[in-house]
């Protein structure tokens, strides 16, 4: 039995997405939740930089006594998942590679679309490569996602235009499944799934990337057990609206997270 919270943290909201799959998977343990609302996007951003936004991220959730990580951001795990297992001593996952196999899981014609930033999507397409060479992927990096999600505007018509723009060409592949590889495109699924139509499958690795966490803390004897009240916090790098609804949507609940300076770890 390990009390200790897992940390989880992304470029901004996205992450709670993979938040809502962890507490469906694991109910009993705490959490601590980093949105880097001051940074947001990484997708723009170079290596070096999303790898130091992640290792000050890491940084903060240690003096949170944290017992895992887990990146619920596609492009920091393309990016920084090695060098931050390189450089932490605490278990650090990833939500690339369960998204692969989910992806892998759910193609039957062997036709994959990947959507996401620029690094995510050439990282997907090595590994699904690596996994079945059969397998044709249809890639499409989709930014103004990203911006779409942190405004909150996941219903409306610029959000409805913007994934006719980005998809159509996708659809006409023949895709039978559409990973969503960025954690905030799950919060545009509606939008997403009625521009694709419902022949096309989205894959969201965020229930698999719980299903590994949770097998990995069993395995190690790192989950909280018993019936406790779990404890979750919420902080961001800078003051927005947007945070609080989000959680809503996404969690179903009201937090109210605090700002921190991220920039002093
Ligand atoms: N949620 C991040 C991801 O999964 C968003 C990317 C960004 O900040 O540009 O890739």
């Not at 992640?54 to 060098?83: H, P």
């Not at 022949?199 to 969201?204: A, E, P, Q, T, Y």
């Not at 097998?215 to 961001?236: P, T």
């Amino acid at each position: 039995m390990d009390k200790r919270p897992i940390g989880i943290f992304d470029s901004g909201v996205g992450g709670l997405t993979v938040v809502k799959q962890i507490i469906k998977a694991l109910p009993h343990e705490n959490i601590i939740y980093f949105g880097d609302t001051a940074r947001v996007p990484y997708g723009t951003k170079s290596k070096k930089t999303v790898t130091k936004f992640s290792k000050q991220i890491v940084r903060f959730l240690l003096t949170k006594n944290v017992k895992a990580v887990i990146i619920a951001c596609n492009t920091a795990s393309s990016n920084s998942l090695q060098e931050l297992r390189q450089t932490f001593d605490i278990p650090i996952f990833g939500v690339i590679v369960p998204g692969v196999e989910e992806a892998l899981r759910s193609t039957k014609n062997k036709k994959v679309g990947i959507i996401g930033t620029s690094s995510t999507i050439r990282a997907y397409e090595t590994l699904l490569a690596e996994a079945d060479s059969s397998i044709e992927v249809y890639a499409k990096p989709c930014p103004l996602f990203v911006s779409l999600v942190e405004e909150g505007w996941t219903e409306n018509i610029v959000a409805k235009l913007t994934a006719q723009n980005y998809l159509q060409e996708l659809v006409e592949k023949g895709i039978d499944s559409l990973v969503l590889g960025c954690t905030h495109y799950p919060l545009l699924k509606r939008c997403i799934g009625e521009t694709v139509g419902s022949s096309i499958k989205l894959v969201d690795p965020a229930k698999s990337t719980a299903t590994m966490v949770k097998s990995f803390l069993a395995e190690h004897k790192l989950l909280q057990q018993g019936e406790n009240i779990s404890e979750r916090y919420f902080y961001i790098s800078d003051d927005t609206d947007t945070f609080s609804n989000m959680c809503k949507k996404a969690l179903k609940k009201e937090y109210i997270p605090e700002v921190i300076d991220i920039e002093s770890y």
